[in-house]
């Protein structure tokens, strides 16, 4: 049982009381707010915390509990995003029986990324308020419902349906996956783990085309598909009822101080999440508005979000891009078609590699030269400084390529060098978001997931991607999509010049001191926003 924090109280107010000073978004720091007026007879109420050794703390876990919580986590947000892509190799099937155009054709795919636009809205912030777990299982139990509407789908109108209420619910784990590393894990640790995260929501559309790709060869019924990501939805949910725990501290303290006061069997005990005495239309409103009151006010978040929107629309594009390529020039099938998105994984997976060989170690040697004090987040930025030029490059390379005397191999390689730096951009990206957000770091990803989610939509739309191939050619067209990717080369720089400054003036990111490499830094108070708890 922790030791009691006694705060004295008047009549109407409690006296602040700053709790212990942490570097994580896990360990919950704050003040306690207003005490229901049923409580204000009591002379004193006792706010309950982590001790340092409590086992309740996430960072108190073992480290194998914690690595594996990664691995699901990132197995959670591979799930979501293979079915995102999955039936763009049954198309063909799916118009030939239901008798529909391209069009709507277009639409299995796209309106399930639509789900993504609403989902997170809510997954986010009401994760904050209830807990990463009661999220997850709620989320995937209908996710894996819907999978099954899908399969019995008869006509147009219910695989429509049901593919955007799947993409509404499987946006869960891509806005609390990230969070919930953010829970468990250090600042040095976080980033390690990260490139699981980062690595799973390309992985899983560049694999999707794959599997239906060849459940089309083959001949097999289409409605395998979808029974296939039943299957896996429903292995994941079992996956989550089983092995996987709540993470968020202030959730975690809650739970704390039940079990205390029943124990005591004093009633004086309170975690700082109790206080939030809102009503239910305040409580709706929070949960649903922080998320663009993060977004639209955040000039950095927004430059980062333009940018993380750029390239998971390039990604659904190469999905129009790739048949253009690989089987109208190439002569390829759509099983064969589907391995050349293969590359792209494969890329990620050296990216990987790199990032833990090369990059891990020297934000290590950060953290030493900063202690004992946070790294500032503009370090996560040499990352992407080294990724943006190569993503830029990669277009070049795979669109000059295309012409189809030359082998195939050359604009298929070219998906390696993409998936490389998609891996260290999107890596350098959330690590940044959540360095910088740590307390709103779920919401701030919502916030994102949904601005990204939108301009994808408009992009994976064939009216859009094929009609920009076919008019300009694969040559012409990744050329145009380089000249875009290298207008954005310098945001990396521009953040590692003025990040600091720009975090001065964030509503959102916390007032935290950070060190300098002389260790010289100015003392400041922590501050945490008001409506954090």
Known sequence: ????????????????????QSRTPTVYEGQVGRIPSAEKKEAQLFVVEFEPDD?????????????????????????????????????????????????????????????YCVGPLLWG????????????????????????????????????????????????????????????????????AMTLFSCAPFAGPALGPTVSGWIEVTGTDWRWLFWVLTMFAGVCLVLTFFTIKETYSPVLLVQKARRVRKETGDSRYYAPLEDDKLSISDRLNKILATPFKILFQEPVLIALTVYMSFIYGCMYLLFEAYPIVFTQDHHLNAGFSGLMFLPISL???????????????????????????????????????????????????????SYSWISFWAPMM????????????????????????????????????????IFVLNMALQLFAT??????????ASTLLGCFAALMVPMPFLLIRYGPFLRTKSKFAP?????????????KELTVPEDSV
């Open 1 to 20: 049982m922790s030791s009691p924090v006694p705060i004295e109280i008047d009549d109407d107010h409690v006296s602040t009381h700053s709790i212990a």
């Open 347 to 401: 890329g990620g997976l050296a990216g990987v590699g790199v990032y833990l060989l090369v990059f891990s170690p020297r934000y290590d040697r950060y953290i030493k030269e900063y202690a004992p004090l946070p790294v500032p987040p503009e370090k996560r930025m040499e990352v992407m400084a080294v990724a943006a030029p190569l993503y830029a490059i990669s277009f070049f390379w795979f669109g000059w390529t």
């Open 55 to 115: 086992p309740d703390n996430p960072h108190n876990w073992s480290r194998s509990y914690r690595w594996f919580l990664t691995f699901a986590s990132g197995l959670l947000v591979l799930n979501a995003t293979f079915a995102s892509a999955a039936p763009s190799g049954i198309l063909p099937s799916l118009m030939e029986q239901m008798d529909f155009s391209e069009e709507v054709a277009s639409l299995v795919v796209a309106i399930f990324v639509a789900g």
């Open 414 to 453: 070219a998906g390696s060098i993409m998936g490389f730096s998609i891996l260290l951009l999107m890596l350098s990206l959330i690590n940044y978001i959540v360095d910088t957000y740590l307390y709103y770091a779920a919401s701030a990803l919502s916030a994102n997931t949904v601005a990204r989610s």
């Open 467 to 476: 009609q920009m191939f076919n008019a300009l050619n694969p040559r012409w």
């Open 125 to 192: 912030p009401l994760s904050e308020q209830i807990g990463r777990r009661p999220v997850f299982l709620i989320s995937f139990v209908f996710y894996t419902g819907f999978q099954v509407g899908c399969a019995l789908s008869r006509n147009t109108a219910s695989m429509l349906v049901f593919r955007f209420l799947s993409g509404v619910f499987a946006a869960a784990p891509l806005t609390n996956s990230g969070a919930l590393l953010g829970d468990i894990w250090d600042a040095s640790t976080r980033g390690k």
């Open 511 to 523: 007032n935290l001191s950070f060190g300098t490499l002389k260790n010289v830094p100015e003392e």
